[in-house]
């Protein structure tokens, strides 16, 4: 198969490995793409976290929290260009489409999408967004909505970076005071600024830990002064790299941000409000959204760059 330049910016934009490796491993999986993200991980040149795709796509995450704040939404709307995305016209539709969501009983955006619109029963919700592409002037996308309930605390919620971040968290709580949304806040903070994958390591599949558990060993068979250490040493080495790795993929076991001493964890921290606010708190779950992950870009020069500089 023929390996395109295309093809090596994406396997580098994944893994951030150099490009004459991405070239190398390319051709070594015969272009499968996943083959070559492990290989370059075998060989311990690609970290071991990817993006599930590129950030590519504009247009904005936007929450919206019921002054109960016991519910909360979020949606992703997508827009051709970041100057659309920023357009006052734009930001009032996606909040009407947050208002939309709020309320819906739709399971998916297809359900979502053939409902009647809340602010114009005669359509229905792509109808009317089939007719804001029309007055916006360029192509808009619905991509996804989520409902966070918390009959028992609250949600808290956090934007970044006006809306190309939006975070929200599920808190548990017999006691909510201003000291206790604030550690709310700042949970959701740090998930918008480490991005975890998993609230605790209960979330983590069994497989997911074995399939890492074999990137490493591969890494060090490959590597002649490590494959030479007895059988216990290596067990030890692969335990406390996964054990590393759980650190930064958890939410709760992830070092604080705020922490003084540069060692508290999420966990550690909920645990002294709780404890300074006589409360019982469990940061139930969360959902990050970024604005377009995993959307792939439109193609444009530095593929050519790439390919001159690969020798292709």
């Given amino acids: 198969m023929a390996i395109t330049a295309g093809m090596v910016k994406e396997l580098r934009e994944m893994t951030g490995a150099g490009m004459m490796d991405c070239k190398k491993a390319l051709t070594a999986t015969d272009g499968d793409m996943e083959k070559a ?46 100057f659309v995305a920023k ?42 967004l089939a007719g804001q592409i029309s007055v916006i002037g360029e192509n808009m996308k619905i991509r996804r909505f989520v409902q966070v309930e918390e009959a028992n605390g609250f949600v808290a919620a956090y934007t970044h970076m006006g809306g190309k971040i939006g975070v929200l968290v599920d808190v548990e709580t017999d006691v909510v005071n201003d000291a206790v949304r604030e550690m709310g806040k700042n949970v959701a903070m740090q998930a918008a600024a480490l991005k975890p994958l ?10 997911y830990i074995e399939h890492e558990k074999s990137i490493l060993m591969a890494q060090i068979q490959n590597d002649p002064k490590e494959s030479q250490k007895p059988e216990k040493v290596i067990e030890g080495m692969i335990t406390g790299r996964i054990n590393k790795e759980l650190k930064e993929i958890c939410l709760m076991d992830q070092v604080y941000v705020k922490a003084e001493d540069g060692k508290q964890s999420v966990a550690k921290y909920v645990e002294q409000v709780a404890k300074e606010n006589g409360a019982k708190i469990a ?30």
Avoid at 55 to 76: Q, R
Avoid at 100 to 112: E, R
Wanted: net charge negative; glycine share 4%; with cysteine.
């Fill in 37 to 82: 993200v492990e290989f370059l991980r075998e060989k311990g040149l690609a970290t071991a976290q990817k993006k599930a795709g590129r950030i590519a796509a504009e247009g904005i995450v936007m929450l919206k929290v019921t002054d109960d704040s016991k519910k909360a939404v979020a949606v992703e709307v997508n827009a051709e260009t970041d």
């Fill in 87 to 128: 357009n006052e016209k734009f930001q009032n539709y996606v909040a009407q489409v947050c208002d939309q969501a709020m309320d819906t009983k739709a399971a998916d955006i297809d359900a979502f999408l053939a409902e009647p619109w809340k602010f114009d029963a005669s359509k229905t919700v792509a109808e009317e």
């Fill in 198 to 207: 998993y609230t605790n390591r209960s979330e983590v599949p069994a497989d």
């Fill in 283 to 312: 940061i139930k779950s969360f959902i990050r959204w970024e604005t377009g992950e995993g959307i792939e870009k439109r193609q444009d020069d530095f593929a050519a760059e790439v390919a001159k500089q690969a020798g292709m």
